[in-house]
């Protein structure tokens, strides 16, 4: 009788053995995304932020939306991210005749990072990308006609 319970005893501690305690191998992290960076635009021609700090080769994620209430053909607004050392000004310059490419110019390709496409009203888009590993300053702008000389720019800096 004595084994016996020695027996069951042994069993019960043995069934009950780690209760309580957390399984490892399943709850491990998940992978943290990518840091999301929200833009709002409007009718105003103005991105609401103009200024982005990233580490380098950090994940990163934009969401532009458009706040606005006026057509895209009137008042579309894009965000475009282009290489540190670009010419900003020759960019928009060129994209002014990218209408079908909306307003992408297809010779400036290169120059681009990441983009959100063209959005009309109460419209968002989301550009993932990784930030560049060198520290510089990249320019982005709004390649709608006007947008860029009214203001509509900002920089991501990589330090």
Same mark, same amino acid.
């Given at each position: 009788m004595k084994a016996r319970l020695i027996f069951v005893s042994a069993l019960v501690a043995l069934a009950t053995a780690g209760c309580g305690q957390k399984d490892s191998s399943s709850t491990a992290? $998940? /992978?943290?995304?990518?840091?999301? !960076?929200? !833009?709002t635009a409007g009718d105003t021609m103005k991105y609401d932020v103009t200024q982005i700090d990233a580490k380098p080769g950090e994940d990163l994620k934009v969401v532009l939306t458009n706040v606005g209430t006026q057509p895209v053909e009137v008042m579309g607004h894009d965000w475009v991210l282009l290489k540190a050392g670009s010419d900003v000004a020759a960019y928009d310059s060129a994209a002014l005749t990218a209408k079908d490419t909306g307003y992408i110019p297809d010779s400036l390709k290169g120059e681009?990072?990441? &983009? !959100?496409?063209?959005?009309? /009203?109460? #419209?968002?888009?989301? $550009?993932? =990308?990784? $930030?560049?590993?060198? /520290?510089?300053?990249? +320019?982005?702008?709004?390649? =709608? +006609? $006007?947008?860029? &000389?009214?203001?509509? #720019?900002?920089?991501?800096?990589? #330090?």
């Open positions: 992290a $998940a /992978p943290a995304g990518p840091r999301e !960076i929200d !833009i681009v990072i990441a &983009q !959100i496409a063209l959005l009309g /009203p109460r #419209k968002s888009g989301e $550009a993932d =990308f990784t $930030a560049p590993t060198v /520290p510089g300053d990249y +320019p982005y702008l709004c390649t =709608f +006609p $006007a947008h860029y &000389q009214t203001g509509m #720019k900002g920089t991501l800096t990589v #330090k």
